[in-house]
């Protein structure tokens, strides 16, 4: 089992740059693929971007290709998404998320969730 805790959202203004953290305890990180999903009021939650256990792969939705860049840390038990040119409509909580096996943009294949970290970007 992991436990899954995020940090680094905030307001930031139109154009600008976050990097979210996922910091995780329990089982060595390298055991699972992670992923960040987001969630915007009134709206469904979304898949951002995920990587392979080893970092080695990376997946992100189309919307944020270019922009965001998932990265992870083993040894520190991190995960990263790097965030820039953020537009409002990136207003959103974003979750990390960790499964076992290969990585995966559903939701529903996701093992183990954080409690998210609130994004907010001012136009």
């Known amino acids: 089992q992991v436990q899954l805790v995020e940090s680094g959202g905030g307001l930031v203004q139109a154009g600008g740059s976050l990097r979210l953290s996922c910091a995780t305890s329990?089982?060595?990180?390298?055991?699972?693929?992670m992923g960040w999903f987001r969630q915007a009021p009134g709206k469904e939650r979304e898949f951002v971007a995920a990587?392979?256990?080893?970092?080695?792969?990376?997946y992100y939705a189309n919307s944020m290709k270019g922009r965001f860049t998932i990265s992870r840390d083993n040894a520190k038990k991190t995960v990263y998404l790097q965030m820039s040119s953020l537009k409002p409509e990136d207003t959103a909580v974003y979750y990390c998320?960790?499964?076992?096996?290969?990585?995966?943009?559903?939701?529903?294949?996701?093992?183990?969730w954080g409690k998210g970290t609130l994004v907010t970007v001012s136009s």
């Open positions: 998320a960790a499964k076992v096996g290969r990585y995966a943009a559903e939701a529903d294949a996701m093992n183990y």
């Open positions: 329990g089982r060595t990180l390298s055991s699972y693929a």
């Open positions: 990587i392979s256990w080893s970092g080695g792969s990376t």
